[in-house]
């Protein structure tokens, strides 16, 4: 046989493509870093033109790397063990693994560069994406079951291996593959060699699958680079560089602008200009070859050719028809009538401009060009030579950084490119972002015609998480994408997600449910509580995550994702980490909300409400006043003074009270004259009417809410076309001033309280409530500055509905439930006042929830089911503030109790009389069994989906029934207590010896829970009957938080008596009037401090930076820091400030006192300091009631 060259050798180390020939002919490439698929794409190119993305197509031979150690280092870990000898084990096998990878790489080096013969083991490394082709012989292939996968693994095993056998004849066992050979590559463990098949995989059409089975497809073998070729310090084909214009400081970039490629050099504003490196700046080296398919190491003497690598455009020239004159193009231009040209980007490499030459800088003997060197850039067919210049081709912008790059006759020597080597591992990087953008876009389009299946569904939802591994640099994958933190400062994978649009894409995906593309809006923002929406809720937050990571320390994602804060805005609340993503966007930390919101961000905001007349700019000032719906009382204060203040008020709409007169006409008949009959005559009498009138544009304009609400459509939104856009707007903008309000007083905040609560006082919020005529959202807005404003402030405070500490001398002897509620009155007076100022509130909240209960929450409804929500929250206030007797709280609850029972199921009574009586604690199985098939079966409330607020206002239904049942429980311990007086002072004045007759207690305390006088504890009115069918119907419900309320009340229903048996023990009586006295004080005084404590905003004074600085001048020391400190004073100043000293240091552990106690620090008003001493006072008679009590005992 005769001995074939080296050169036409295969060998370890080599690099090569693999072209299938048999029914299907194509290159074996794969569809992007984002997809371990190996696919043929018969109509991507063939041998004579090699595909676009020929990188794809390459792979590098090795030698088979032993995977003994690394296997059971796998299978260790998927057991996850957590005990201490496994751990030990664990290490142990890692380091086993890791060992074993270092044997491998020595073993890859000392065979590199041996001939590859006919019946040898190999692995293929996918030269892009470092990951080997991997037989999987457990899993059938996607499109022919009777096959096996074939993927991309990262770290490869043993079904990388595969044997070289010759396809044909002419070459056997133990011969060299020569380059261009036909082969057949059959996996070790599997034993089917690899094929083509002939179906087309139904998300990429045209892309052809890759398995393991028997066929007759055959590879050919074709030499893309030699081992030898392969060097780190020569540019070879294949390889990414940025081309650095030496002179100018700038990188040769390729980017979109107007909807065109341009070719420029990119201004930068960093000190350092080599440190602005772009993925737009990237650029792939083609060595030109005969042979198209192969490329190899670049000489001097070769052609090159320039691939954008983001955009897959080639470097080219073309002639410049720009006459704007340049001093470095006329210098070079030689000839005035010469033509010149400039570098463009144009689609296919097969044009003959995409052609260049490198010139050296310096004398060389190498043949070879080095990878890091300085060149100049010729170009072949125009014979001109790159340079730059300074034409600018964004001239329309206030800072042009792009600047035209010219081609012209004569060689200028400055005019050179230092040629930058880019890591492979930057460029798999800018592949996966690349590839991810294309994924992502598919995707999106796909959702904007709703057309997604469920594997899109899965594939968008796992690309997702890998990108968020890779924004944070976190190659783990078992870790939950939620809750991934970025560990790594690198800018330059954020940098990737916006240059190479995936911000774009995500926010895309983010819109396209939720927008309407001409064929109806698909979701609402609502639907996603509902489970069958899961996957979009998981992919909308994923998104949200990405955009938060991708914004951490990095200002121009910031800016880019802060153009897309309206559309974010309207995903706050639907727990898609919007309100995450949009306060780390802002502040970079939730706690800035707390610490380090200042005056000037307030102000910044109430400015843009000034310009901007949009009320999405008082939400973001609402969302400052809030976290979690609890208060934030720094915010609160800032905001307060910055809105409130006079200077700001043109941006706020004023609220009066006015008396119009209004004309009404009455008919009057005459009397009859002789005998003709009397005319009606037409009488026109004036009246007076109150109406609310609001404000606007400084007083300039005003309207009444009867006008405004008439010209935007009224409650029901009827009559579209005919309403005035401006009162729809003052409307809007008032409901989101009133929502501002009620959040600036959330929590009792004194300052906004007292300074709106005039303008907008109880009459008039319960006026616009109580109006029908305006829109749900808007009096659902005034109930919930009714809850903030006046309600939820001084002097109501939450009762206590369970009192276990009772004074023996008010038990009553006989109590009833007028009794009850008349000797809750008398145990507090101060109370009484209360309720009068809000009888209207309370009358106005009982006619409405009674107007709901004879109707149904709906789903549908939304902006009546807010009014209802702000209602249910209102009345649940006033219950727990105290305002509504016992009597009255019976009776509501069966208003309730309607509004809950949406689905009214009759049961039988027989089976519900005794499963549903008040004190019993044992039940047949069988009744209740039945209640809960007739329930489910006549229910349709765990099969539909449920509106967020209509489960939250049931919600908060279950709370108030909580809080009556808690008031009931008490009820029945003073009627117990009751029973017990009366019998310890009927029988313990000695008329008889054996003491109370507990026979006699247990008797009259069974009554309690029984019918005689348990009918009047019904809470339906119905024995019970329809409180337990309603909350068999809550049950059903698909909303844990619903469920758990009403099982708990479900529990407490059926053990009524332990319940009250229970409480009875810990009540705790006090008899002695030293008892008594103590008690009252400690109340007394705990009331007096508890106000204090809460209006501290209105007195206590703040000492910040002034008194730092003064510690700080305090603490130098020496003389020198007494006289900067004393400043310019007076001797009496000085006198006073050392008598001040004197006071302080003799401070001991035996006499303490307070700065104002000692006439110490900055001056303070004098009713602060007042307060301070009755604070003081109150605190010290606790402590002195406590400690007599303690003596007592």
Not at 144 to 158: F, I, P, Q, S, Y
Not at 189 to 212: I, M, R, T, Y
Not at 804 to 812: C, G, K, N, V
Not at 1097 to 1116: A, C, H, I, N, Y
Request: net charge negative; charged share 25%.
């Amino acid at each position: 046989m005769t001995e074939l060259s080296s050169s036409s050798v295969l060998h370890m180390g080599d690099i090569t493509s693999l072209y299938a020939e048999g029914s299907v002919c194509g290159f074996i490439s794969t569809l992007g870093l984002v997809d371990d698929r190996c696919v043929v794409q018969p109509d991507a190119g063939d041998l004579q033109n090699p595909p676009r993305k020929f990188r794809d197509c390459l792979f590098k031979i090795c030698p088979n790397n032993r995977y003994s150690a690394q296997k059971q280092f796998w299978k260790a870990i998927r057991q996850n063990n957590s005990s201490v000898a496994d751990a030990v084990l664990l290490n142990k096998l890692h380091h086993a693994a890791e060992l074993e990878k270092k044997q491998n790489e020595s073993e890859i080096k000392k065979l590199l560069g041996s001939p590859i013969q006919y019946g040898s083991v190999i692995q293929l490394l996918h030269l892009k994406s470092n990951k080997y082709l991997t037989v999987n012989k457990r899993l059938p292939a996607h499109l022919e079951k009777n096959a096996m996968r074939v993927t991309l693994d990262a770290a490869g095993n043993e079904g990388s291996w595969l044997y070289v056998h010759p396809f044909y004849k002419l070459r056997s066992l133990g011969d060299n593959v020569v380059v261009g050979d036909k082969v057949v590559l059959n996996p070790v463990n599997a034993g089917q060699p690899l094929h083509a098949s002939n179906f087309d995989l139904p998300d990429n059409p045209g892309c052809k699958e890759v398995n393991s089975v028997n066929s007759n497809t055959c590879w050919k073998i074709n030499l893309f680079m030699e081992y030898a070729e392969n060097q780190e310090t020569i540019l070879k084909g294949g390889d990414v560089v940025r081309l650095f214009h030496a002179e100018q400081e700038k990188f040769l970039t390729g980017d979109e602008y107007k909807k065109k490629q341009y070719v420029f050099l990119r201004t930068t504003g960093r000190t350092s200009a080599t440190a602005a490196t772009s993925s737009k700046a990237l650029w792939e080296v083609e060595v030109v070859n005969h042979d198209p398919c192969r490329g190899g190491a670049g000489h001097w003497n070769s052609l090159f050719r320039f691939k954008h690598l983001a955009t897959g455009h080639y470097l080219a020239a073309e002639l410049d028809p720009d006459p704007k004159p340049d001093p470095m193009r006329s210098k070079l231009r030689g000839n005035a009538n010469a033509p010149v040209y400039c570098l463009v980007s144009v689609p296919h490499g097969h044009d003959i401009a995409s052609l260049f030459e490198l010139d050296p800088t310096t004398m060389t003997k190498e043949s070879t060009v080095p990878r890091s060197s300085f060149v100049r850039l010729r170009h072949l067919c125009t014979n001109t030579w790159v340079h730059s210049t300074s034409l600018p081709i964004d001239k329309d912008e206030d800072k042009p950084i792009m600047s035209k790059v010219g081609c012209a006759a004569i060689k200028e020597d400055k005019e050179a490119f230092a040629i930058v080597p880019v890591s492979p591992q930057e460029v798999r990087d800018l592949d996966f972002a690349n590839d991810a953008s294309k994924v992502l876009a598919s995707i999106a389009a796909k959702m904007e015609q709703g057309v997604t299946t469920q594997n899109d569904r899965r594939l968008v939802i796992q690309l997702l998480a890998e990108i968020i591994y890779f924004v944070a640099y976190q190659g783990n994958a078992s870790t939950d994408p939620f809750e991934v933190e970025l560990t790594h400062s690198d800018r330059e994978r954020p940098k990737l997600l916006r240059e190479q649009n995936i911000l774009k894409q995500i926010f895309k995906i983010l819109k396209a449910p939720f927008t309407d593309f001409g064929h109806g809006q698909v979701l609402t923002m609502d639907d996603l509580s509902d489970q069958k929406h899961g996957h979009l809720k998981q992919i909308c937050r994923l998104c949200y995550r990405i955009l938060k990571l991708s914004q951490h320390d990095y200002r121009k994602n910031q800016e880019y994702i802060a153009k897309e804060f309206p559309f974010m805005q309207k995903q706050i609340g639907y727990d898609v980490l919007a309100e995450e993503t949009i306060t780390a966007l802002l502040h970079n930390n939730r706690k800035l909300l707390e610490k380090h919101i200042t005056a000037n961000e307030i102000e910044t905001f109430v400015n843009l409400v000034r310009t901007k007349k949009e009320p999405r700019f008082l939400d973001y000032l609402s969302d400052l006043c809030v976290s979690n719906n609890v208060a934030i009382a720094v915010t609160q204060e800032l905001i307060c003074k910055s809105v409130l203040a006079k200077s700001n008020l043109d941006i706020l709409i004023e609220t009066q009270i006015q008396k119009t007169q209004v004309e009404v006409e009455m008919m009057e008949i005459e009397p009859r004259v002789g005998g003709s009959r009397g005319e009606r005559q037409p009488i026109i009498t004036l009246e007076e009417e109150e109406d609310v009138v609001l404000y606007w544009d400084q007083g300039k304009k005003h309207k009444s809410f009867r006008e405004l609400s008439i010209g935007a459509g009224g409650p029901d939104m009827e009559g579209l076309e005919e309403r005035n856009q401006e009162d729809v707007d003052v409307l809007k903008y008032y409901r989101h001033q009133l929502d501002l309000f009620s959040y600036m007083c959330l929590d009792r905040q004194y300052l906004a309280i007292d300074a709106l609560k005039d303008q907008l006082n109880i009459d008039l919020i319960l006026r616009c409530m109580s109006d029908d005529t305006l829109p749900f959202e808007l009096r659902a807005s005034f109930c919930r500055l009714m809850l903030h404003m006046h309600v939820d402030r001084d002097p109501q405070e939450t009762v206590t509905p369970v009192k276990y500490a009772r004074l023996w001398s008010e038990i009553p002897t006989v109590i009833s439930i007028e009794d009850y509620e008349q000797h809750q009155l008398m145990k507090d007076p101060t109370k009484q006042a209360a309720p009068q100022n809000f009888a209207g509130t309370m009358e106005f909240v009982k006619e409405y929830l009674e107007d709901v209960a004879s109707q149904s929450l709906s789903v549908a409804d939304r902006e009546q089911n807010q009014l209802t929500f702000q209602v249910v929250k209102l009345a649940r206030h006033l219950i727990y503030f105290g305002f509504f007797s016992f009597g009255e709280l019976l009776r509501l609850t069966k208003t309730l109790l309607k509004i809950l029972d949406c689905a009214p199921i009759l049961l039988n009574d027989s089976k519900l009389e005794k499963a549903s009586g008040p004190g019993s604690n044992s039940q047949k199985s069988g009744s209740m069994t039945e209640m809960v098939k007739q329930t489910t079966s006549g229910s349709k409330q765990g099969t539909e989906s449920e509106d967020h607020l209509v489960m939250e206002t049931k919600l908060k239904i279950i709370e108030i029934l909580q809080f009556i049942l808690n008031v009931r429980l008490d009820y029945r311990i003073s009627s117990l207590l009751s029973i017990f007086k009366k019998e310890f002072d009927e029988n313990f004045l000695g008329k008889t010896e054996e003491g109370l007759d507990l026979e006699a207690i247990g008797n009259k305390a069974e009554a309690i829970f029984g019918d005689s006088n348990g009918s009047e504890l019904d809470l339906d009115g119905n024995g019970g009957k329809t409180f337990l069918r309603v909350l068999l119907n809550l049950v059903l419900h698909n909303y844990p938080q619903l469920v758990s309320g009403a099982l708990l009340l479900l529990f407490r229903h059926f053990s009524q008596r332990q319940e009250v048996l229970q409480a009875f023990q810990q009540v705790q009586l006090l008899v002695s009037d030293s008892d008594v006295e103590n008690y009252k004080q400690i109340k007394t005084d705990l009331d007096k401090l508890r106000l204090l404590v809460e209006k501290s905003e209105l007195w206590v004074f703040k000492m910040k930076s002034e008194g730092k600085k003064e510690k700080k001048l305090t603490d130098s020391g020496g003389d020198d820091g007494e006289e900067k400190l004393s400043g310019g004073k007076s001797s009496d100043s000085k006198k006073k400030d050392a008598s001040k000293k004197a006071k302080l240091t003799s401070i001991g552990p035996l006499n303490e006192g307070s700065a104002i106690d000692l006439d110490l620090g900055p001056q303070i008003e004098e009713e602060a300091s007042k307060k301070l001493q009755n604070h003081k006072r109150n605190s010290y008679s606790i402590d002195s009631a406590l400690c007599n009590r303690s003596r007592c005992r």
